[in-house]
């Protein structure tokens, strides 16, 4: 199996930006997901002289808001090597000469010296952000058509894993976890023997940024493969709407990463071998730098059915993915009215760095499925 591509998300729900290679680190790609939009909604009534701030603000993500789907976000280097974010607003068609393309470029990474501090929980995580400046909030105002403002996670700062998505809590394996063939000892201890240096790795400190979940969301080529044959002919699912990090291309079947349990990706200067079928690696290093441990599903909602021209949801029933996925991939029992679709994943060791087209291989593979558990979300 092979990376077919490798996508990151600087601000939370807007579109994603695809590239060759990246470098993969104990939170995720460098700058993903540290901006977050949030709606200012007015005070409540009997309240207008409190004006508390956080009180009013209301998480913004592509499932709430689907006009999030219009922009657009790229990276481009200024002549003095200082990394750029642009954001591009393309208004749906139907809006006639009402709206405007428009841009605005932002520094992927701020001076927060001067800026508003806030707290901000995600689905109970919690962590510290910076209000970006007046500028920047004024124009996604402008865009949206109500009061935004654009917060700012530096790299660095996290927040908490929750439940039992982290590899390093005893709750990612729970009686619905996989046991291993041939034996009787625990998944922990037959995966701490299995990989080398494994239980070191399991006492890292776990982080997010704004991802949901996990640092990194894994998909396979083959399943959004397979969503096409649900679709009316000569459509094709876009695989951006699953919001992965990294697609992997040469499974065996759809869905098969149900069963995964980690992958190594093996960066071609680091195989001993030119023949595709004798991949070999350093065993002493295989694990704290290139493996990724996937503790549990990624369960998906209405976000699937928005229509990237137009922002908004679905209108018909052929394009509906969701209530398509329902009918088969709710297979979580930790979250049994949703479909899974892919296996949220935390890099092992020290950071690598990976591109398109380097080696895959699953390192461990689960008897069942596992069961996700996350406080407010199972």
């Known amino acids: 199996m092979k990376i077919k591509q490798l996508y990151f998300y600087p601000i939370k729900s807007l579109r994603g930006i695809s590239v060759s290679s990246a470098t993969l680190t104990s939170q995720g790609i460098p700058h993903d997901r540290r901006f977050m939009l949030f709606k200012v909604n007015p005070p409540k009534e009997g ?6 701030l956080p009180e009013r603000l209301e998480r913004m993500t592509v499932t709430y808001f689907p006009q999030m789907s219009l922009f657009s976000q790229d990276i481009y280097q200024t002549e003095d090597d200082q990394s750029m974010l642009r954001i591009t607003y393309n208004p749906p068609p139907q809006s006639g000469n009402a709206a405007e393309v428009s ?11 001067g800026l508003q501090e806030i707290d901000v929980s995600l689905h109970r995580s919690l962590t510290k952000a910076f209000i970006m400046e007046d500028t920047i909030c004024n124009w996604f105002s402008e865009c949206f058509g109500w009061e935004i403002i654009l917060v700012y996670m530096p790299e660095g700062a996290s927040r908490a894993v929750l439940g039992n998505l982290a590899p390093s809590k005893a709750g990612a394996l729970d009686d619905n976890a996989a046991k291993p063939t041939g034996g009787s ?23 997010l940024s704004f991802a949901d979940c ?30 992965p990090n990294i697609v992997i291309e040469g499974a065996g079947e759809a869905y098969e990463e149900d069963f995964w349990g980690a992958i190594s990706i093996l960066p071609s200067d680091r195989t001993n071998s030119e023949d595709e079928d ?6 002493d290093k295989q694990l704290s730098q290139i493996d990724i441990i996937l503790t549990q599903n990624c369960l998906r909602c209405q976000s699937l059915d928005i229509n990237y021209t137009t922002g908004q949801f679905a209108k018909t029933q052929d394009e509906m993915i969701l209530k398509k996925l329902m009918r088969d991939r709710r297979v ?12 949220y994943g935390f890099l092992q060791g020290d950071e690598t760095k990976v591109q398109v087209g380097d080696e895959v291989i699953v390192k461990k593979t689960n008897e069942e499925r596992t069961k996700f558990h996350w406080p407010g979300l199972s």
């Open 47 to 52: 309240k207008e002289k409190d004006n508390d």
């Open 103 to 113: 841009s605005i470029t932002i520094d992927l990474d701020p001076e927060t010296e």
């Open 185 to 207: 000892k625990s998944w922990l201890s037959t995966f701490t023997n299995y990989l080398p240096n494994f239980g070191q790795a399991l006492e890292k400190e776990d982080g």
């Open 214 to 243: 996990a640092p990194y969301l894994v998909v396979t080529e083959e399943s959004v493969k397979e969503v096409s044959t649900r679709l009316p002919d000569g459509v094709e699912m876009d695989v951006t709407k699953f919001r």
């Open 278 to 283: 004798d991949v070999t690696v350093d065993q």
């Open 332 to 343: 979580d029992e930790g979250k049994k009215y949703s479909p899974v679709f892919g296996r």
